[in-house]
């Protein structure tokens, strides 16, 4: 491992000194719309198992690939009918589809942790995609940080969890969404989510399926019930703070922070994890949440405070947050 994490600016330099790292195998963290992701050659399976050991993330847990256009997509895997309509104007912004991997797809079989589907998504944000051009190749890439704590949405947040485990961080200030991507998958040949997300489903047009525990089966990224979680506990719907919580707002909640003063569900989405790193750097040991409406983008939110409120694996455990 590196003995220290090299900040990159996104520029034509720092995209191109990015793009040489994950050529030579080593770990990169750069920005995209969501949230910053943790970067390897989707093709090179000791890079890919060096992307694990940094996180401590479960090796039974796939990952996202990241590619540059829906043409370098398709050379990956099959698109059914069924997902056609989410990407047939284009890929949107915060989407991941798990779809069937090709043969001969040269996407390392710890990407995909031996399944015969691949998670892919295609970023919009320009210095992911000027990364995927410079590097010119598919890249996996989970959530920037220690597997099963806050997700990163600036470069600060990389660094702070994982700076010397990985070559470099590119920095390409804050990711705009704050919220991982939706993930669609399919079951019995229709698309479900898998996990809610930055790209929003309309209420009730397609059915969400309950994140697994540890200790069951995982066929796509984001499926672990206990995850995104802070150091400290954390209460939801909590309109009123306990002694002791340190409560954050929303709408005409105020709390000691606030996810939105005037009940903004994006706002909320792009502040949830600055908020729960604001919370770790202050020591704070219990959370108290204020409600968020259940519709929308406040189903992403309220999925990522489940994941957070949710029992812990012990220690040893495979799934456990380390």
Same mark, same amino acid.
């Given at each position: 491992?590196?003995?220290?994490?090299?900040?990159?600016?996104?520029?034509?330099?720092?995209?191109?000194? &990015?793009?040489?790292?994950? &050529?030579?195998?080593?770990?990169?963290?750069?920005?995209?719309? *969501?949230?910053?992701?943790?970067?390897?050659?989707?093709?090179?399976?000791? !890079?890919?198992?060096?992307?694990?050991? !940094?996180?401590? +993330?479960?090796?039974?847990?796939?990952?996202?690939?990241?590619? +540059?256009?829906?043409?370098?997509?398709?050379?990956?895997?099959?698109?059914?009918?069924?997902?056609?309509?989410?990407?047939?104007?284009?890929?949107?912004?915060?989407?991941?589809?798990?779809?069937?991997?090709?043969?001969?797809?040269?996407?390392?079989?710890?990407? *995909?942790?031996?399944?015969?589907?691949?998670?892919?998504?295609?970023?919009?944000?320009?210095? $992911?995609? !000027?990364?995927?051009?410079?590097?010119?190749?598919?890249?996996?890439?989970?959530?920037?940080?220690?597997?099963?704590?806050?997700?990163?949405?600036? $470069?600060?947040?990389?660094?702070?969890?994982?700076?010397?485990?990985?070559?470099?961080?590119?920095?390409?200030?804050?990711?705009?969404?704050?919220?991982?991507?939706?993930?669609?998958?399919?079951?019995?040949?229709?698309?479900?989510?898998?996990?809610?997300?930055?790209?929003?489903?309309?209420?009730?047009?397609?059915?969400?399926?309950?994140?697994?525990?540890?200790?069951?089966?995982?066929?796509?990224?984001?499926?672990? &019930?206990?995850?995104?979680?802070?150091?400290?506990?954390? +209460?939801?719907?909590?309109?009123?703070?306990?002694?002791?919580?340190?409560?954050?707002?929303?709408?005409?909640?105020?709390?000691?922070? *606030?996810?939105?003063?005037?009940?903004?569900?994006?706002? &909320?989405?792009?502040?949830?994890?600055?908020?729960?790193?604001?919370?770790?750097?202050?020591?704070?040991?219990?959370?108290?949440?204020?409600?968020?409406?259940?519709?929308?983008?406040?189903?992403?939110?309220?999925?990522?405070?489940?994941?957070?409120?949710?029992?812990?694996?012990?220690?040893?455990?495979?799934?456990?947050?380390?």
């Amino acid at each position: 491992m590196p003995e220290e994490t090299e900040r990159l600016a996104a520029d034509e330099a720092g995209i191109t000194r &990015a793009a040489e790292l994950l &050529a030579s195998g080593a770990l990169v963290a750069f920005p995209t719309e *969501t949230v910053y992701g943790l970067g390897a050659d989707a093709r090179n399976g000791l !890079a890919v198992a060096g992307i694990y050991e !940094a996180k401590g +993330r479960p090796s039974f847990n796939p990952l996202i690939t990241h590619v +540059r256009d829906i043409g370098r997509a398709r050379e990956i895997a099959r698109f059914p009918e069924a997902v056609l309509p989410f990407i047939r104007n284009g890929w949107p912004a915060g989407l991941t589809l798990v779809v069937p991997l090709r043969e001969r797809s040269g996407i390392s079989s710890l990407v *995909t942790a031996g399944l015969s589907t691949v998670a892919i998504r295609v970023p919009v944000w320009p210095p $992911a995609k !000027a990364l995927l051009k410079a590097f010119g190749g598919p890249i996996a890439a989970p959530s920037a940080n220690p597997s099963g704590r806050i997700s990163s949405t600036t $470069a600060d947040h990389v660094m702070t969890g994982l700076n010397g485990r990985i070559a470099a961080v590119l920095d390409g200030g804050v990711s705009s969404a704050g919220i991982e991507s939706t993930i669609i998958g399919l079951r019995d040949e229709e698309p479900v989510v898998l996990r809610e997300g930055a790209f929003v489903v309309p209420d009730g047009v397609l059915r969400v399926t309950s994140p697994a525990d540890a200790s069951s089966h995982v066929d796509s990224p984001g499926q672990l &019930a206990s995850h995104y979680a802070p150091s400290g506990l954390v +209460r939801m719907n909590a309109r009123v703070a306990e002694p002791g919580e340190w409560h954050l707002g929303f709408g005409d909640i105020k709390g000691n922070a *606030t996810l939105s003063h005037d009940g903004d569900l994006r706002e &909320a989405a792009a502040r949830l994890f600055a908020a729960f790193h604001e919370a770790d750097a202050r020591g704070v040991e219990r959370i108290a949440v204020a409600p968020i409406p259940d519709h929308e983008l406040g189903r992403a939110i309220n999925d990522r405070l489940r994941r957070a409120a949710a029992p812990r694996p012990s220690p040893g455990h495979a799934g456990q947050r380390r």
